[in-house]
């Protein structure tokens, strides 16, 4: 049995193309083709998840029908009552799975979770959306089929963007008319070739010409530095590991974000280039905005009312220095359990706050100066800041310091 | 009309690309030749994409070029390297270096499939290392990164029933390699079991190396390091005639120089990147469990003589030694190592395979090794003198008689007493 893994090489795009074409002349007519797109989503499924890959797809299964239960069993209890600590239990119980297949690997040093599968987290992240607005009484009723239309949808499954519940139905149900769609076709064919650029050339040129290479000099001088490995070649992997990142993970979302509006729903853009940000916070608007918006709108918004309402920290400045620290932890745990995901997080905690003092001191002095050569030392400087966190995200640090030795 | 006509603007650049795409790789056209310059570059690049490829190779090898087959010794470019003396004193060949880190038997067998009609008859160097002959065999990663679907496209096609036939299609599917395309994988199938390989996998096959030799022919050039500049620095420190006394004085002085950061005789920049600190402590008889004389390799190396069998190559060969020093620090067994020797050398001449250059007893000699288990400047001297006249002069048509014994696991797991 063939595995095919997303976007992996060009024949991935064929396959795509082939698959969706009656779905995309049907929507060209302003009709959605209903049991076309559910066979043909269960067949790229198939091929994600099936042949060498089966036990992935076999965890999905038993993911998606736990998923059901607790989503579906909240709403059930949402139309008879409203207690808090339901609600609180059910956000728990949605993110149990996800937060076993984080432990796992350092538990068991580099064991993978038999539960976990490609995209768990993207889902999670879907499933803890559903709950928490349940509970605000934005979404009402539940509808089974189109949860699983969502949390399903084959484009987005291994690695997002983020889409949410709300306007994905809204999409799904509502045909754009056939200028909108013509619209949407022409980005999408602009997204895909613009996806291969990043991915196909430039992520190929930094991630895996020039990393291995900059990587092996940079573990040569380990001992530059008073032994801090700190070197010339370091600096470089840090440039080069940014680059990488970026146009792997933009490459990616592009081609995730084209393969949405050939079918009709228009998955929200991840990147806005960010490497022109201003500030850190102007940076987090732009960088795998999805994800962002995400924690901003379910973690940090809702604690920050939490503390308000609670009366938690008098001092009003504290209260977003909290939560930012809060949603930033929980970030880079939820990128794993290891030292650099977590300082990740914190450095950005760290830099957002400073970023805020900064913010509240130029609002006070507002002589200071403020034109194109104070804002490309702005750029610049988040630049810098940007990739240094970066060289903590990648784990080389690790390799250099712990593991090389 | 209208919105018809912005379809067009949309997917008529796409399907225009697409199919210019499709045509430029799928009509066998060819794309003209290589200069003479891509072909030295090529010879010594001891690029994997050289290995995979088949235009250089083949334009090269017409051009005067001869193979030497080898693995990471063939990286220790000084300027006693087969390729520097060669340039430097305007000899009639020119070494094409195919080999480096991890090939062994099994990749060098596949790298000469598509050089048939370049080998037939003619002369080629073999260097066998017996490092080659661990327990386990080649190892399937580093198969894996000399793998090259053309030259196993171009096997398949005229694979025979035969015992080397069916047992290199085994070793093939026992790689990953060997099944990453599922049609090249029946096919393997088919070999393995005797069956013949079907009209619809062979018209698949076939369209498919169409298309891999348009890569090839179209991209093989670009990228190609820069080992040439190494080689042209090395000639310049030779001197301007060849004078054998006056080579190996500067092999010893060259030697000297470049060995004083250790007391195993092994070059400076070697020693301080791979082995100095704690390093070197912890490989402190880290060998002495090795054992070379049991191996899958035997069985592979057998595919390869049989190749140069069939195709009539005169082959000369070389067993490199060991740094003496090396092996007595990390417990190399010694007598160990000679019954390895021995059986790749009894294996070599039962079938007539009788140039042999074994030079394992040089392993003590100062300077021969530049550094674990690599030759550097005397030891390419000592080569040099085999190779030249075996490469310059007429040699006589050798007399091939294979026997299909050593593919079995007996023979592999055989150990040849003195």
């Known amino acids: ?405 | 009309m209208k919105t018809k006509g912005k379809l067009w603007l949309i997917f008529g650049p796409v399907i225009i690309a697409a199919g210019l795409l499709i045509l430029l790789l799928s009509l066998p056209i060819g794309f003209g030749h290589f200069n003479s310059q891509t072909e030295k570059k090529a010879a010594v690049s001891l690029s994997p994409k050289v290995f995979r490829g088949r235009k250089i190779k083949q334009q090269a090898l017409e051009n005067g070029y001869v193979p030497f087959f080898g693995s990471s010794e063939l990286s220790r470019l000084d300027e006693f390297h087969p390729s520097v003396l060669a340039a430097k004193y305007h000899r009639s060949y020119r070494p094409f270096l195919l080999g480096n880190a991890g090939s062994q038997s099994l990749t060098h067998y596949f790298t000469m499939q598509n050089l048939g009609t370049q080998l037939k008859g003619k002369k080629v160097i073999f260097i066998i290392s017996p490092q080659w002959f661990t327990k386990e065999g080649q190892r399937p990663d580093a198969f894996g990164f000399y793998y090259s679907p053309l030259q196993t496209i171009d096997w398949i096609i005229n694979a025979k029933n035969d015992t080397a036939d069916r047992y290199a299609a085994k070793r093939l599917l026992e790689m990953p390699s060997g099944r990453s395309s599922e049609i090249g994988e029946a096919a393997l199938e088919n070999v393995e079991h005797g069956k013949p390989v079907s009209e619809f996998q062979k018209m698949f096959l076939k369209f498919k190396e169409t298309i891999l030799l348009n890569e090839d022919s179209l991209f093989s050039r670009f990228q190609l390091n820069n080992n040439l500049a190494k080689v042209q620095k090395g000639e310049k420190s030779l001197p301007a005639h060849y004078s054998i006394s006056k080579l190996n004085h500067l092999a010893v002085k060259v030697g000297r120089r470049e060995t004083t950061n250790n007391k195993l005789g092994i070059k400076n920049t070697f020693y301080k990147t791979r082995l100095s600190g704690n390093r070197i402590k912890d490989l402190k008889d880290s060998q002495t469990k090795l054992d070379y004389r049991r191996s899958p390799e035997y069985s592979d190396f057998e595919l390869v003589l049989n190749q140069f069998a069939k195709w009539h190559v005169n082959v000369q060969f070389i067993i490199p030694p060991i740094n003496a020093r090396w092996a007595d620090y990390t417990g190399l067994s010694i007598p160990m190592i000679r019954q390895t020797d021995q059986k790749i050398e009894y294996q070599l001449r039962q079938q007539g395979f009788n140039n042999v250059l074994d030079l394992s007893d040089y392993g003590n000699e100062k300077y021969f090794m530049e550094d674990t288990i690599h030759l550097g400047w005397r030891g390419w001297l000592k080569v040099d003198q085999t190779v030249n006249p075996f490469l310059t002069n007429k040699q006589p048509q050798p007399n091939y008689i294979i026997q299909n014994r050593f593919f079995s696991k007996n023979w592999q797991n055989t150990v040849k007493n003195e």
Not at chain 1, 80 to 107: D, H, Y
Not at chain 1, 181 to 188: E, F, I, S, V
Not at chain 1, 313 to 340: C, D, E, S
């Open chain 1, 1 to 405: 049995m063939i595995n095919l893994q997303p976007y992996g090489n060009p024949m991935y795009f064929v396959y795509l193309l082939v698959g969706l074409l009656p779905l995309m002349i049907g929507l060209y007519f302003g009709k959605r083709f209903v049991v076309y797109q559910t066979i043909i989503s269960a067949i790229f499924l198939l091929l994600i998840f099936g042949g060498s890959k089966w036990q992935q797809g076999l965890a999905l299964i038993g993911y998606i029908v736990y998923q059901f239960i607790v989503v579906g069993g909240y709403a059930v209890y949402k139309r008879r009552a409203n207690q808090t600590w339901v609600f609180v239990c059910t956000v728990i119980l949605s993110i149990i799975p996800l937060v076993i297949v984080k432990i796992t690997p350092a538990i068991q040093v580099g064991r993978q979770s038999l539960i976990g599968f490609l995209g768990i987290s993207y889902l999670t992240f879907k499933s803890v959306q559903m709950v928490m607005e349940m509970r605000d009484g934005t979404i009402k009723k539940f509808d089974p089929i189109m949860f699983a239309r969502f949390l399903l949808f084959f484009p987005t499954i291994s690695s997002g963007p983020i889409d949410r519940y709300r306007r994905f139905q809204h999409d799904y149900i509502q045909i754009p008319d056939r200028k909108h769609y013509l619209q949407m076709l022409d980005k999408a064919v602009h997204y895909i070739f613009l996806g291969f650029l990043y991915k196909f050339i430039l992520s190929y040129l930094f991630g895996t010409m020039m990393l291995p290479k900059i990587a092996h000099i940079a573990i040569m001088h380990r001992e530059a530095f008073f032994h801090t490995g700190i070197s010339l070649a370091l600096v470089g992997y840090m440039y080069t590991y940014s680059m990488y990142l970026f146009f792997d993970f933009a490459g990616y979302s592009l081609f995730a974000v084209a393969a949405s509006y050939l079918m009709g729903i228009e998955t929200p853009m991840n990147f806005n280039q960010p490497f022109k940000a201003h500030n850190i916070k102007d940076f987090w608007n732009r960088w795998h905005m999805t994800l962002s918006f995400w924690f901003r709108d379910f973690i940090f918004m809702r604690l920050t009312f939490f503390i308000m309402k609670h009366r938690l920290i008098k001092n009003r400045k504290r209260i977003p220095q909290v939560a930012y620290l809060a949603n930033f932890l929980i970030m880079g745990f939820w990128h794993g359990v290891t030292w650099y995901y977590i300082v990740y997080g914190l450095f950005h905690a760290g830099a957002i706050i400073i970023n805020d003092y900064w913010l509240g001191f130029k609002k006070k002095h507002r002589q200071l100066p403020h034109n194109r050569l104070t804002e490309g030392i702005a750029i610049f400087i988040t630049f810098n800041v940007v990739c240094f966190s970066f060289l903590i995200f990648s784990g080389f640090l690790n390799t250099l310091w712990f593991s090389a030795r």
